[in-house]
């Protein structure tokens, strides 16, 4: 029994020096973790909160692009951009604004909303369309420089076909007829890559239409 106790007396006194040597760091890792935690609870509250208030803000933006409100869309797009930045509806809702805006006669404001998303906005799917969008309203505008800024990197395989074939209409536009061809075909090959993935696109006559584009250009010099 004594031989036990001085065992454990040893015992003890290793752990009375260990605690001494390095009790203040443990403490300090301990406290370092519960902060960690009690921050990533806290961001994670303020993250669903703002989602939250957000989905209302984009609710109404909602609405008022049923009733074509191209002023409150803009006002409640703003809205989103400025306060709840973070969240998806941001970028949603700048697409959406967009759209009302072109709707509206303002093409300008359109721009703006599609750039701000195109740059910022939380899915990368969603950054690709807006580029799309944008790239679609600098052809019209026959910024065709910029539309091709907008246009070169490459998007997810979903956008591919369609980017390829925009940069071919904007070549088109050019004049420059053999990189519109190499576009157009670049489309279609794609397009066709994404057939066993995605055969709606082939039955829905898409291809049909890149195909058009590329024969009214004739054949390759």
């Excluded at 007396?9 to 300090?28: A, C, F, I, P, R």
């Excluded at 395989?157 to 157009?184: C, M, N, T, W």
Aim: aromatic share 8%; hydrophobic share 45%; no cysteine.
């Amino acid at each position: 029994m004594a031989t036990y106790d001085l065992e454990e007396q040893e015992q003890l006194d290793e752990l009375k020096t260990w605690w001494k040597l390095y009790g203040n760091l443990v403490t300090n890792l301990l406290l370092a973790v519960a902060l960690a935690a009690a921050g990533w609870q806290g961001w994670t509250w303020w993250q669903r909160q703002q989602s939250a208030h957000a989905a209302g803000v984009f609710s109404g933006l909602q609405a008022a692009a049923m009733q074509r409100d191209a002023k409150r869309v803009r006002e409640l797009a703003g809205e989103l951009v400025d306060k709840y930045s973070i969240t998806e509806y941001a970028g949603m809702g700048a697409l959406l604004a967009a759209r009302v805006q072109v709707d509206a006669g303002d093409p300008k404001s359109a721009r703006a909303q599609l750039a701000w998303a195109a740059d910022n906005a939380k899915d990368a799917g969603m950054r690709d369309l807006a580029r799309l969008r944008l790239a679609t309203l600098l052809l019209d505008e026959q910024s065709y420089d910029d539309a091709l800024k907008q246009l070169a990197a490459e998007p997810a395989a979903a956008f591919a076909p369609r980017f390829s074939e925009l940069r071919g209409d904007v070549h088109a536009a050019q004049g420059k007829i053999a990189e519109a061809r190499a576009a157009y075909d670049a489309a279609l090959a794609k397009l066709d890559s994404l057939a066993k993935e995605d055969e709606a696109r082939l039955r829905g006559g898409y291809r049909d239409i890149l195909q058009v584009k590329r024969d009214a250009l004739g054949a390759n010099k």
